[in-house]
Nanobody, 124 residues
Framework: QVQPVESGGGLVQAGGSLRLSCAASGRTFSSYGIGWFRQAPGKEREFVASINGGGGLKRYTDSVKGRFTISRDNAKNTVSLQMDSLKPEDTAVYYC?????????????????WGQGTQVTVSV
């Protein structure tokens, strides 16, 4: 089992960019799918993006397609989420999570371990 840790959140103006990172220890990191989820105040946690273990399969929720890019570097045990053209509605706590099946995807129950989250705030 690997434990993910998020970093890179912050405050940015609308239209700006942020890059989130998810780091995890363990020699089997490349076998895990990684997902990014977010939760805004008063709302349920929602899927943002995922990447499979090999990095060849990426998925995005419709609202971030064309603005967010997920990638991974298995040599460094990290997954990044590049967020461009940010909007106020992107404001949330962002979590990364590990999927031991290696697939990723939007199904919340697939994920085994969750990070503590990192706050992203987009001002108007």
């Amino acid at each position: 089992q690997v434990q993910p840790v998020e970093s890179g959140g912050g405050l940015v103006q609308a239209g700006g960019s942020l890059r989130l990172s998810c780091a995890a220890s363990g020699r089997t990191f490349s076998s895990y799918g990684i997902g990014w989820f977010r939760q805004a105040p008063g709302k349920e946690r929602e899927f943002v993006a995922s990447i499979n273990g090999g990095g060849g399969l990426k998925r995005y929720t419709d609202s971030v397609k064309g603005r967010f890019t997920i990638s991974r570097d298995n040599a460094k045990n990290t997954v990044s989420l590049q967020m461009d053209s940010l909007k106020p509605e992107d404001t949330a706590v962002y979590y990364c999570a590990t999927d031991p099946s290696g697939i990723g995807g939007s199904r919340y129950v697939r994920y085994e371990s969750w990070g503590q989250g990192t706050q992203v705030t987009v001002s108007v």
